[in-house]
Nanobody, 126 residues
Framework: QVQLVESGGGSVQAGGSLRLSCTHS????????VAWFRQAPGKEREAVDA????????TACADSVKERFTISRGNANTVYLQMNSLKPEDTATYYC???????????????????WGQGTQVTVSS
């Protein structure tokens, strides 16, 4: 059974930083994709960043977070999202998602992912 657990969310003032962690287990494939999504109240879910477990090739999915957010791999079961220069509009619930295989051009598409975490709240105050 695949499980994804996010942590590291919280409240921060604008301009601050947070690092989110996604710890996953149960993915049987040796090749898989992991991504961060976010959803603010009343808004659609948005892809943030995606990464492959092998090679670490990453994709910035949202123009609004380029140069501010960075996805990276930790140990074999952890993916991070480093968020710098946070803005109030970054306030959302952040979700980690994963799927077997390397998605290629679909890495930023929610329906491409089979497994999802419960989310962690990030609140940025002005």
């Amino acid at each position: 059974q695949v499980q994804l657990v996010e942590s590291g969310g919280g409240s921060v003032q604008a301009g601050g930083s947070l690092r989110l962690s996604c710890t996953h287990s149960g993915i049987s494939s040796s090749l898989y994709s992991v991504a961060w999504f976010r959803q603010a109240p009343g808004k659609e879910r948005e892809a943030v960043d995606a990464i492959y477990n092998i090679g670490g090739a990453s994709t910035a999915c949202a123009d609004s977070v380029k140069e501010r957010f960075t996805i990276s791999r930790g140990n074999a079961n952890t993916v991070y999202l480093q968020m710098n220069s946070l803005k109030p509009e970054d306030t959302a619930t952040y979700y980690c998602a994963a799927t077997s295989g390397l998605l290629g051009g679909n890495r930023c598409s929610g329906p491409s992912y089979n497994y999802w975490g419960q989310g962690t709240q990030v609140t940025v105050s002005s």
